[in-house]
């Protein structure tokens, strides 16, 4: 079992910056993909920031790229969202997630290559 836990949202206004935890435990070492996902009211859930934990290999929806880092913590077995430049638009519900590598170093930021999910943390952005 994996246990995922969320933490660090908030409001804040555009411009500003937040960054997220999200708390691994349980056995994770053979779900290398970790992602970061968000699902905004009436939207789809849809994949922000992946990281391959074993070679570090990250990737970013084109909407984040330049102000978003997925960064990991092995020792303490945290995954980071760093969030700057924030927008309106970026106001979500936002998920931690864990789930195998469908193969390589590249993890889909696809919801159903994910097994394991945490609760969610709101993030508001007001303008």
């Known amino acids: 079992q994996v246990q995922l836990v969320e933490s660090g949202g908030g409001s804040v206004q555009a411009g500003g910056s937040l960054r997220l935890s999200c708390a691994a435990s349980g056995y994770w070492y053979n779900r290398p993909c970790m992602g970061w996902f968000r699902q905004a009211p009436g939207k789809e859930r849809e994949g922000v920031a992946t990281?391959?934990?074993?070679?570090?290999?990250?990737d970013y929806v084109d909407s984040v790229k330049g102000r978003f880092t997925i960064v990991q913590d092995n020792a303490m077995k945290t995954l980071y969202l760093q969030m700057n430049s924030l927008k309106s638009e970026d106001t979500a519900v936002y998920y931690c997630?864990?789930?195998?590598?469908?193969?390589?170093?590249?993890?889909?930021?696809?919801?159903?290559?994910?097994?394991?999910w945490g609760q969610g943390t709101q993030v508001t952005v007001s303008s």
């Open positions: 990281i391959f934990t074993f070679d570090g290999r990250t």
């Open positions: 997630a864990a789930g195998p590598s469908p193969g390589g170093s590249f993890c889909p930021p696809t919801v159903p290559a994910y097994s394991y």
